[in-house]
């Protein structure tokens, strides 16, 4: 039976397997051919990404499989939809498999590793990778963006209500837009840094329809202050919050794309004098869902922004002067560990984090450092991501890729050998790590406050936001449209409107058509509520 499993794997298995990393292959090709290219005149980037794609490849596998003896991958996506939280960046189900999968080429192109070497490992990973994606783009009803036609449409109606009924409208030179749009670029230079030059740092996702012409994106930025990463301790202490969200709707711009590394593009380009409305928000694995920051009044959310604004000014300077003195070796340690731990959020969603696991290079990964030099790390990872060249990705003449039309595939399949033959299923549990870099000795920056790491363990264990248990778990949208009218919907409903300025309290009976009624009322000269 073609179900039946051989030499412990099921031939139905090992198909969806391979049609997944082909898959993946072809996203990522396209991702790299479209992507403009950035240089750090600081960090060796190149050398770092394919030391955190080897660093994945030999610990991945046991660090998911340790995560699911608490959580499932499918309820990580369901917590993950329902907030921003850093396996949100590059579309996390993108990052778990390909920086994997990556790893494994590179190693199998060095003839370190066989193709069917590690195939339990491989189908495990790429297995956690589609069962969180697919929860967590359960709205659209796509694996990919790209499945999606470029669109990261992740949230629910009933939290995309609020947002509706809770931004502030702006206009070009009021005090609000200028503090928004000054945050903004504030927070991408910040980020950028923090994460050793990368985005890895900054997500996106979107668009949603605001009528009249308007669209609304959701902008992300990750890992602030005090929390995981230890470079960041006694940095951007100011900050009360480690992750922050501005909703931004935009008039006039149609965003068109909204690819698997979070990256978007809209016509005409997005300008700041087209911004129509904005907010401010956070979220972490404690919190339900969003929760508002300073959205009493545009007076107070204008003040904070100015005030964080000058908290990552300092800040910058701060890590700059840091980072400078570092070596080399610390620099492609830290980078790759910025890269290889965009899962740890897995491991906080569990309440089992801990920083050896996440913020140490692998002993069989750490082998390669030497070969990592400049030269090599820049035209190695060019020729795996891009020019394809390593004899592993060659296919047979007559092949044809389906963006370059050339006889090549940047991510090898599981040879289907293995299901007589056999190989080596695994690289087996974490061998010894190590690092460089000082150690973690601050605080974690939490929605509960700054937390020992026993605290915080301890906290997200033994939480699960309303919306992600039962009986609330599987009512979707679908099922509101014929359920709308029930307690069951309005409460539901409600759970997103706790926090809200406007919303509070009022269910699962109001359409987009309500709420816009409901701000021309409350913009009315003289009016008070929704502004």
Not at 12 to 28: C, G, M, V, Y
Not at 189 to 194: D, G, S
Not at 310 to 316: F, G, Q, R, V, Y
């Given at each position: 039976m073609e179900g039946k499993p051989v030499n412990d794997v099921c031939y139905?298995?090992?198909?969806?397997?391979?049609?997944?990393?082909?898959?993946?292959?072809?996203?990522?090709y396209w991702l790299c051919i479209t992507r403009s290219i950035q240089e750090s005149k600081l960090f060796p980037v190149n050398p770092y990404i394919l030391l955190s794609y080897l660093n994945a490849f030999y610990r991945w596998p046991a660090l998911l499989r340790r995560v699911e003896e608490k959580i499932s991958a499918e309820e990580c996506g369901d917590r993950a939809r329902e907030m921003s939280l850093k396996i949100n960046t590059l579309n996390a189900g993108w990052a778990l498999s390909n920086f994997y999968l990556l790893g494994r080429e590179h190693l199998v192109a060095m003839g370190v590793i066989r193709p069917q070497d590690a195939y339990e490992d491989v189908m495990y990973v790429v297995d956690f990778a589609r069962r969180f994606n697919l929860a967590f783009q359960r709205n659209n009803g796509h694996l990919t963006n790209k499945d999606a036609g470029d669109r990261g449409q992740l949230l629910p109606e009933r939290t995309l209500q609020v947002f509706e009924a809770d931004l502030f409208e702006v206009e070009p030179g009021d005090q609000l837009h200028h503090a928004a749009t000054q945050l903004m670029a504030q927070l991408s230079?910040?980020?950028?840094?923090?994460h050793c030059e990368c985005r890895i740092g900054i997500h996106n996702s979107g668009p949603y329809n605001f009528?009249?012409?308007r669209q609304m994106i959701m902008r992300d930025w990750f890992d602030l202050t005090e929390g995981d990463y230890p470079w960041l301790d006694g940095i951007a202490t100011g900050l009360e919050h480690n992750n922050l969200t501005i909703p931004v709707v935009v008039k006039s711009t149609n965003f068109h794309l909204m690819d698997d590394w979070a990256s978007f593009e809209s016509e005409p380009g997005f300008a700041a004098e087209n911004i129509a409305a904005v907010g401010l928000y956070t979220s972490d694995v404690l919190s339900e869902g969003y929760r508002p920051v300073s959205m009493e009044s545009p007076a107070a959310l204008a003040a904070t922004m100015e005030h964080v604004r000058?908290?990552?000014?300092?800040?910058?300077v701060d890590l700059w002067?840091?980072?400078?003195?570092?070596?080399?070796?610390?620099m492609v340690e830290a980078g790759a560990l910025v890269y290889y731990s965009v899962a740890k959020d897995f491991a906080h969603l569990a309440g089992i984090y801990d920083p050896e696991d996440w913020f140490t290079v692998d002993?069989?990964?750490?082998r390669f450092i030497p070969l990592l030099n400049d030269e090599y790390g820049n035209n190695g990872l060019g020729e795996m991501v891009g020019l394809l060249s390593f004899p592993t990705q060659q296919a047979n003449d007559y092949a044809m890729s389906r963006y370059s039309n050339q006889a090549k595939n940047m991510l090898s399949t599981v040879p289907y050998s293995i299901l007589a033959d056999g190989g080596a299923p695994t690289v087996g549990g974490l061998a010894p790590g190590s690092t460089s870099l000082p150690k973690k000795a601050g605080r974690y920056t939490t929605s509960r406050g700054r937390l020992t790491l026993d605290e915080y363990n301890k906290a997200a264990a033994g939480f699960r936001p309303a919306t992600t248990q039962e009986p609330y778990r599987y009512l979707d949208d679908e099922w509101i449209k014929y359920h709308w009218r029930s307690e069951q919907a309005d409460e539901l409903y409600r759970q997103a409107q706790q926090h809200s300025r406007n919303l509070a309290g009022r269910g699962a009976g109001l359409r987009r058509a309500d709420i816009e009624a409901l701000r021309r009322v409350a913009e009315a000269p003289g009016a008070g509520g929704m502004v």
């Open positions: 139905r298995d090992l198909l969806e397997t391979n049609e997944f990393i082909r898959k993946q292959s072809d996203l990522t230079q910040y980020a950028f840094l923090a009528g009249d012409g000058e908290i990552l000014t300092e800040a910058t002067k840091r980072i400078a003195d570092w070596s080399r070796l610390q002993e069989r990964a750490r």
